[in-house]
């Protein structure tokens, strides 16, 4: 099974500020990897897939980069609406796994 | 639009079985597969398993292998889920999901959710 890492487990930013998320798989995963947003009581959103397109209706402030191991998510300019839990996983192999997810906050 | 509407949470007992259900809507059910996913209380997300919208299809992950059944109504555009032998670790919200046709990986990728259904298993 591919692991999947996330760091760090909070990030804590300013509003207007860049927040940067790291995701890490256990072997190379090709570009098969999501980004998903979740806020409480929500279901998860796909933000990112193919490592750095963004889903239908995604704000251009989203943008995710990286193939086989190493992975970011970058949100060019917090708004308060970005307060979540985010989450990478990777599809490449079956069945796919999620990371342990990266919370921001203020 | 695409949407996918859960059934109402549910309260059982330890030993007891749960079937869920989720609606799709907004888009033709036999082009995409639906796979559940669940998530215990402040936890991450799990995998369960994958059922086709086409022929029925279902593969289910090894951890719930012998209690776990995903069926489809094609008629009703509406897919199932059933846990059997419930335990105080079934605690969770289950998502259904769509699959989405993107990549050549062979794992899922979840394009759009429902809203979950909550499923306590207490004594």
């Known amino acids: 099974e591919v692991l999947m890492t996330q760091s760090p487990a909070t990030l804590s930013v300013s509003p207007g500020e860049r927040a940067t998320l790291s995701c890490r798989a256990s072997q190379g995963v090709s570009s098969n990897l999501a980004w998903y947003q979740q806020k409480p009581g929500q279901a998860p959103r796909l933000l990112i897939y193919g490592a750095s397109t963004r889903a239908t209706g995604v704000p251009a402030r989203f943008s995710g980069s990286g193939s086989g191991t190493e992975f970011t998510l970058t949100i060019s300019s917090l708004q308060s609406e970005d307060l979540a839990l985010y989450y990478c996983q990777q599809y490449n192999n079956w069945p796919g796994t999620f990371g342990p997810g990266t919370k921001v906050d203020i | 639009q695409v949407q996918l509407v859960q059934s109402g949470a549910e309260v059982k007992k330890p030993g007891a079985s749960v079937k869920v259900s989720c609606k799709a809507s907004g888009y033709t059910f036999r082009n995409y597969g639906i796979s559940w996913v669940r998530q215990a209380p402040g936890q991450g997300l799990e995998w369960m398993g994958w059922l086709s919208g086409f022929n029925g299809d279902t593969n289910y992950g090894q951890k719930f292998q012998g209690r776990l059944t995903m069926t489809t109504d094609t008629s009703t555009s509406t897919a199932y889920m059933e846990l059997r032998t419930l335990t105080s670790d079934d605690t969770a919200v289950y998502y259904c999901?769509?699959?989405?046709?993107?990549?050549?990986?062979?794992?899922?990728?979840?394009?759009?959710w429902g809203q979950g259904t909550l499923v306590t298993v207490s004594s």
């Open positions: 999901a769509r699959v989405a046709a993107v990549g050549a990986g062979t794992g899922y990728c979840f394009d759009y």
